[in-house]
């Protein structure tokens, strides 16, 4: 070992410690493009030094893991402070890459990007036409930046600190890997406790062919802190119980080993002697646990300079410029400058690019919390003044350093002026959490209240729970005086608390309420008037509904943009279809004749997407299916953060299962409970839909159908809620339990008569009378089925005539009434329902010795196998074996439409299989349950032919 590498400054070892199997793992995906690789790991557990290394082997070493060996990775960081500019880690990485960029030939889209990454201006194309959508301009923008990463071939982009990632780089992240440049691989890394349900849900849905891997750094043992130490002491090893001692005070991080080392040696208590070293006894060490007090030492043992820009850097928290680091010192500007060198030279700073600042965040916290509270905030109006000069403005810095130093109305117009930036690049999250902190801790007069809640209230949903962000805008409310402000807020306060899933009675209070002040905000006004429009406010007549939506629909006149009419439009057509008013269907057509049948910004994609939701429920399949395929296929384009588009998927996934397409069906749902985690009213609703089909493929178990139908009642989710009432039904007669089911629905039943909402509430009517005819109540049954082939006969209801006479059946034992109702489910493209009544006509038949029950009862069978219901298939099984007749084969295995070959999450969870993971382990890259995976294994296994997994690897790669 030379002199250079024995010095006594130095901090950091030279060789990489206790990483070998993860360093090998991310040489592996590197090799393998696309590729995505996850380092999760806690502060100091060495994430960044991971990746430094295989930097490092890119740029100076000649192998296959790059192509060419001359190009390190595109790195980028996430700054602990943010900014309003959205997607800065891709932006710091893409700066560099003009070199490698070909000159011409890149896509048009790629000018949108001109704005972001001037440095490239030279080989960029013109930047397209201005887009008023903010979320078509970040779609564009998305688009441009997966077309740019494609045009540098083999690449490795390295996104560092994404647990302070803003929610658009998320969302890029989320967009680029769902179909990922064919040379791309990602390498991202984040502190697992601080990332957040879109970071970690990434990896949810990846493509088949997508290497994937997830490094979960741990802790250093006493044997690597052994190794660790000596190799910063440039010597072969150091005694076991020193590297014990080490890592206990440590916990074994890396970073707190090499700050305690280095301070051992600052201290002088560890000299170097040849190739050799003495040390006190470790009684005498005194090392102090953790990393704060190790930094706090080595600082106070600089010069006074030294100190000076420490805690200036400290304030300044990011790294910065190094004049706008010396501008914030307390120290003359020479005195500043000698004091950087000095922390370079002692190794607690780095530089980079021109900007200095501490190498650790966990050192950043440790000075910070020893600066005198005057003194810190002298620093922040220095640093605030410093930094408004750098180009642009990083207003994110400058209002947390007004805030900090406690001038508060500039803190307030800071953050404000840095929302209306954030919104207006379409980076809501951010602004979001700007204006939550100046609403809860600034001092402000009612009016600028109002405004900053209202601007709260149509960009919250991502950091701030709905509880938090609703009583904000209660709290601004309450200080308003009438007027379009209040009115705004109240109608905001609605909309949260739907999207919570609230009682009715709640959102309808809070629409109320906001219709008296919108006098002058019509669009406002038609919005509130359509949700009280929304027939779900138990005691409200349907009368008084209607009142509502023609209300809405008069403010149309008067409404200037185009798109927001169309939106109203839609909303008012989705409420007349659930309850059935022929006027849906016109208001309908007028919808897509005035798009020309294809949805062109978000309004209409939403417009689409609400109309299909309800004509799926209430029987409108086919109009259903255009209205949400033609949503889908523009949703990504208007709405990059996904949600649009996954309602979409909901919603046409809601159709397959009403539609009997059930291929592929659990495992999208289940993808989209993910999804939805924080939105329960969608989650509602993808999984009242997995319990009904886990009770028709056989597992009443994982059904929940009381639950189900129970949290419908709540929410006054009154259109789906028929699918789980008619289960749990057609389930307690199955199980003689028909008496406790009746009442259990009661009240559904009543919410659909109180509300006039049999267009949807019908679907579920046929499995009452079956009950109530078993419970010997015919008379009751029987006046019910009276009534609403009354009350539906002028309505718009597809499912009436089929249902009805599904119920007529069971109620005169007359096969006629169940084949007449099969062919009429058939008509509608509802062939689990036809197969359901074909079966009940069967039994009849077979019973009278009429010979045509054969065949109804083999066309039912083979439509509950085609379909996967093994629930109903072993029940007609059983009557097919009672008169003698063949029952067809069950189907084995995989999910159907595959035949022999994987679906896609068979294949996924094969090839992690392969890898050597778990079925956990396997669950939580997937986030999926380890049932689900254990299924997913077993059903590829079979497959492929294989009894255990050793031989996935080969049959995989044949």
Known sequence: MDDAEMTAERVVSPVLVGRDAELRRLRAAVRRPPAVVMI????????????SELAAELRDRPSPVAEPPDRPPLVGGCPQIREPFP?????????????????????????????LLPELA???????????????????????????????????????????????????????????????????????????????????????????????????????????????????????????????????????????????????????????????????LGVPAGVRDSVLE??????????????????????????????????????????????????????????????????VQAVYGSIPLPRRQDLHVRAAKAVARQNPTPLGQIAHHHRHAGQHDAWVDAAEEAADRAVALANDA????????????????????????????????YALGADELIGLLRAA?????????????????????????????????????????????????????????????????LSEHLRWLDRALERLPVIAEPERRISVLGKVAMVLTLVGDPRGASLTGQVV?????????????????????????????????????????????????????????????????????WDGVADELEALRVRFADLPSFRLTADTVSGCLALARGRADAARLDDLVRANLETGAADVLALPVSALLRLAVAQDRAGEAVARTGEAFSLWAAKGLWPVGVRAVPALVEALVGLGRVEEAGELVSRLEGELAALD????????????????????????????????????????????????LLTAGDERGASMLEAALHAYGGLGAAWDLDRAGRLSRRWGLPVPARHRGGPRGYGSALSPREDAVARLAATGLTNKEIAKELFLSAKTVDKHLGSAMRKLGLRSRAGLAHRLDA
């Open 298 to 363: 080595r600082v106070r043992g600089l010069s006074a300079n030294a100190q000076a820009v420490a805690e200036a850097a400290a304030v300044l928290r990011v790294a910065v410029p190094v004049p706008d680091l010396v501008a914030t010192c307390r120290v003359p500007e020479q005195d500043a400058h000698e004091g950087l060198d000095e922390l370079l030279d002692r190794g607690l700073f780095a530089e980079h690019a021109g900007t200095a600042g501490f190498r650790h965040a966990l050192a």
């Open 40 to 51: 999760e790991g806690e502060a100091g557990i060495g994430k960044t030094r991971l990746v």
């Open 797 to 844: 209801a597809p499912l009436a005539r089929a249902a009805l006479g599904h119920a007529r059946g069971f109620l005169s034992a007359d096969a006629v009434r169940f084949m007449d109702a099969a062919a009429s489910y058939e008509r509608l493209g509802a062939p689990y329902e036809a197969a359901q009544a074909r079966e009940h006509a069967a039994g009849l």
């Open 87 to 115: 997607l800065g880690p891709v932006i710091e990485a893409l700066r560099g890459a003009a070199g490698r960029l070909p000159e011409g030939g890149l896509s048009p889209v790629t000018g949108a990007l001109r704005p």
């Open 593 to 661: 004749a005035r798009t020309g049948g294809r949805p062109t910004n978000r309004w209409e994609v939403v417009a689409y997407d609400s109309i299909g939701e309800v004509a799926c429920l209430a029987g409108h399949h086919d109009t259903a299916y255009r209205l949400l395929e033609a949503a889908l296929a523009e949703a990504a384009e208007h709405d990059v953060t996904g949600l649009i588009e996954s309602r979409c998927r909901l919603n046409l996934a809601t159709l397959a299962y009403c539609r009997g397409s």
């Open 122 to 284: 030279a080989v960029l194309p013109a930047e397209p036409g201005p887009l008023d959508d903010p979320a078509g301009l970040r779609h564009r923008v998305f688009r441009g930046l997966a077309e740019l990463l494609a045009a540098l071939g083999r690449a490795v982009l390295v996104l560092e600190d994404l647990h302070w990632a803003d929610e658009q780089t998320v969302e890029f992240l989320g967009y680029l890997l769902a179909d990922p440049p064919p040379g791309l691989v990602l390498v991202l890394t984040f502190r697992g406790e601080e990332a957040g349900p879109g970071l970690r849900a990434l990896t949810a849905r990846l493509r088949p062919e997508l290497a994937h891997a997830h490094l979960v750094l741990a802790p250093l043992d006493a044997a690597r802190t052994n190794e660790l130490t000596a190799s910063i002491l440039g010597t072969a090893q150091v005694s076991d119980e020193f590297a014990a001692y080490l890592c206990e005070r440590t916990s074994g991080l890396p970073y707190a080993i090499q700050e305690l080392v280095a301070l051992l040696r600052a201290r002088g208590v560890l000299v170097q002697r040849g190739t050799r070293w003495a040390r006190k006894t470790l009684d005498e």
């Open 477 to 541: 409310a309450a200080r308003q005086p009438p007027g379009p402000v209040r009115g705004e807020l109240n109608y905001l306060i609605g909309l949260k608390l739907e999207a919570g899933g609230a009682a009715p009675e709640l959102i309808r209070g809070a629409m109320i309420e906001a219709v008296a002040d919108l006098a002058d905000r019509p669009v406002l006004a038609a919005y509130a008037m359509v949700g009280l429009g929304m027939p779900r406010t138990p005691g409200v007549p």
């Open 430 to 461: 951010e602004a979001e959490r700007l204006l939550e902190a100046v609403l809860r801790h600034a001092p402000l007069a009612p009016e600028r209240e109002g405004r900053l809640a209202a601007k709260l209230g149509w960009a919250g949903g």
